[in-house]
C-alpha cells in the first residue's frame, strides 16, 4: 500500500502530467489574465509618458524642452524596469509567483499615484525631480510584472487546450501592452476635448493618475491566484540554485534571446515613445488636439499585427512568426526611409500614418508578440523567472539606450527638422531587423505547445547527468506559498 501511495505521488509530481481535471474553461484562462494582464501597465505608464512630454514642453518651453529633464522624465522608467526585472526574476523563482506579482501590483498603485501628485516644492525643477525619481521606481514595479506575471501566464496556458496555448498568452500579455498603448495616447486627447489645450497642468497629471486603475483592480484579482500547476511541480525554491550548471546549459541561448530583445526594443520601441513627435513635424501649422489625435490612430495599429499574429504564433509556431514579422518591418522600414519626402508632408497626414502604422503592426505581430513567448518558454520552470527576467532586461536596456541614441543619429543626420536626420531612424530600425531576423533562423530552437513540459524534461536530465539531486525540485510536502514565510 506504502508502494502504491509512494508510485501516486511520484506520478503527482511528474512533470509531464496532465493538469488537474474537472476546471472549467474560465477556470482555466482567468490565471492566465491575472497573471499576464498587469503588463497593460507597462503600455500604458511608457506610452502616456510621450504625451507628457509634449505637454511638459508646451507649459515649461525653456526650462523643460530644451532641458536634461526631458529625457530623464521620458527614459528614467527603463532604468527602473531593468532592475525591477532582475530583482524579481529573482523573487519569483525564489519565492513564488504570487508573491512577485501582488508585490509589483504594489509598487505600480503607490509609485503611479505619486507621479500623479509631483510637487517638489510647487517649482518646475522641483516637479521634474520628483517625477523622475517615482518614474524610476514606478518603472521597478513595472519590471516585476515581466519574470512574474508573463513566466506565470506560460505556466498557466499548460492548462489550456492545446493548439491555443500561444495565442492566449499574447492576448494577455502582448495584447495588453497594446492595449494599453492606445489608451495611454486617447486619454490626454480626450481630456484636451473635455478641459481645451489652457489646462494642460491638469491634463498630464490625471494622464499619469489613471495608470493607478489596471494594477489596483489586478491586485485584488491576485489574491486569489494559487501557483501555476507547471510551478508547484518543478520550482527550485526549496533548493540552492546551480548556477554554474544553469548558466553552462542556458548561456548561449539566453544570450540570443536578449540580443534579439535588445535590438526590438531600441529599434521600435524607442521610436514610439516620440511618434507624438514626429506627427508634430508632420502636421507643423495643426492644434496640439489634432496631433494627438494622429498619435491614437498611429497607436491602434499596434493592435491588428499583435491579435492576428496571436492566432498566427500558434499555426506557424512562434519562431517562424517572429521572422516573418522581422522581415515584413524591414522591408516597409526600408520603403518608408526611402519614401519619407513624399510621405512627410500635411498635405500626405494620412499615407504616412497608415505607412508607419504598418510599421509598427509588423513588429507587433513578429518580435513584439513573440519574443516574450520565446523567453518564457525555452528554458526550464526551475529558473524560468531569473532567465525571463535578464532577457527582458535586455530588452528594456535597450529601449533606455535607444531614447539616448535615437536623437543623436537624428541630429548627426541633420537634425530633426531635415528629411535626412528623420529618415535615419528607419533606415537604422530595418538593417537591425534584418539582423535579428538572421539570428533568430540560425540560433533559436523550435517551440511548440508542449515545449515548457518538453523543457522542464530535458533540463532534468542534465542535472541528473551532472549529479544534481532532482528530487529537490517541486511537490515538497508544505505548500509552495509558505516558501514566502520560510525564507522571510
Not at 505608464?45 to 523643460?64: A, F, Q
Not at 486617447?186 to 489646462?199: A, M, N, R, S, T
Request: with cysteine; aromatic share 14%.
Amino acid at each position: 500500500m506504502q508502494g502504491l501511495e509512494r508510485n501516486a505521488a511520484a506520478r503527482s509530481c511528474d512533470p509531464t502530467s496532465a493538469a488537474p481535471p474537472g476546471k472549467s474553461r474560465w477556470q482555466r484562462l482567468w490565471p492566465v489574465f491575472a497573471c499576464g494582464a498587469g503588463l497593460y501597465s507597462d503600455g500604458y505608464l511608457n506610452g502616456v509618458i510621450g504625451s507628457v512630454n509634449t505637454m511638459l514642453s508646451v507649459l515649461y518651453p525653456h526650462e523643460y524642452k530644451n532641458s536634461s529633464a526631458s529625457r530623464n522624465v521620458s527614459s528614467i522608467a527603463f532604468a527602473g524596469t531593468v532592475v525591477g526585472q532582475l530583482i524579481f526574476g529573482y523573487l519569483a523563482d525564489n519565492y513564488s509567483r504570487k508573491f512577485a506579482m501582488t508585490l509589483s501590483a504594489t509598487l505600480l498603485i503607490v509609485f503611479a499615484a505619486l507621479c500623479t501628485g509631483s510637487y517638489g516644492g510647487g517649482t518646475p525643477y522641483g516637479i521634474f525631480t520628483m517625477l523622475t525619481v517615482c518614474r524610476f521606481f514606478l518603472g521597478i514595479g513595472i519590471g516585476g510584472e515581466y519574470p512574474a506575471g508573463s513566466v506565470a501566464a506560460a505556466e498557466a496556458t499548460g492548462e489550456i487546450a492545446k493548439g491555443t496555448r500561444n495565442r492566449w498568452f499574447i492576448f494577455f500579455t502582448n495584447v495588453a501592452i497594446d492595449v494599453g498603448f492606445v489608451v495611454s495616447a486617447f486619454v490626454p486627447l480626450l481630456f484636451i476635448w473635455i478641459l481645451g489645450e489652457d489646462h494642460l497642468r491638469a491634463n498630464w497629471r490625471v494622464s499619469l493618475g489613471l495608470g493607478v486603475v489596471p494594477p489596483f483592480a489586478l491586485f485584488f484579482l491576485r489574491l486569489r491566484l494559487q501557483e501555476p500547476e507547471q510551478t508547484k511541480r518543478n520550482t527550485m525554491a526549496r533548493a540552492q540554485t546551480p548556477y554554474r550548471l544553469v548558466l553552462r546549459f542556458y548561456w548561449f541561448r539566453l544570450a540570443v534571446v536578449a540580443l534579439i530583445w535588445f535590438i526590438y526594443d531600441f529599434s521600435v520601441y524607442s521610436a514610439g515613445i516620440y511618434s507624438s513627435s514626429i506627427l508634430a513635424f508632420v502636421i507643423p501649422d495643426q492644434s496640439l488636439a489634432k496631433s494627438f489625435g494622429w498619435n491614437v490612430v498611429l497607436n491602434l495599429f499596434y493592435i491588428p499585427g499583435a491579435f492576428l499574429g496571436a492566432f498566427l504564433s500558434d499555426a506557424l509556431g512562434p519562431k517562424p512568426c517572429l521572422i516573418l514579422g522581422l522581415l515584413l518591418q524591414a522591408a516597409l522600414g526600408f520603403l518608408m526611409a526611402g519614401c519619407y519626402r513624399f510621405l512627410a508632408t500635411s498635405a500626405y497626414v494620412a499615407a504616412f500614418t497608415v505607412v508607419y502604422g504598418l510599421f509598427l503592426t509588423f513588429g507587433e505581430l513578429g518580435p513584439g508578440n513573440n519574443i516574450g513567448l520565446l523567453a518564457s518558454k525555452t528554458c526550464a520552470t526551475a529558473v524560468r523567472g531569473r532567465y525571463y527576467g535578464v532577457a527582458a532586461a535586455a530588452g528594456k536596456t535597450g529601449a533606455f539606450v535607444g531614447t539616448y541614441v535615437f536623437p543623436i543619429i537624428i541630429r548627426n543626420a541633420g537634425g530633426a527638422d531635415t528629411l535626412r536626420g528623420n529618415q535615419a531612424p528607419f533606415w537604422v530600425s530595418s538593417a537591425l531587423c534584418v539582423f535579428s531576423a538572421l539570428l533568430a533562423a540560425a540560433f533559436l530552437p523550435r517551440v511548440d505547445q508542449d515545449t515548457i513540459v518538453a523543457e522542464d524534461r530535458r533540463f532534468r536530465r542534465y542535472l541528473e547527468s551532472e549529479g544534481w539531486d532532482v528530487a529537490q525540485l517541486g511537490c515538497a510536502d508544505a505548500d509552495v506559498e509558505q516558501v514566502v514565510v520560510e525564507k522571510s
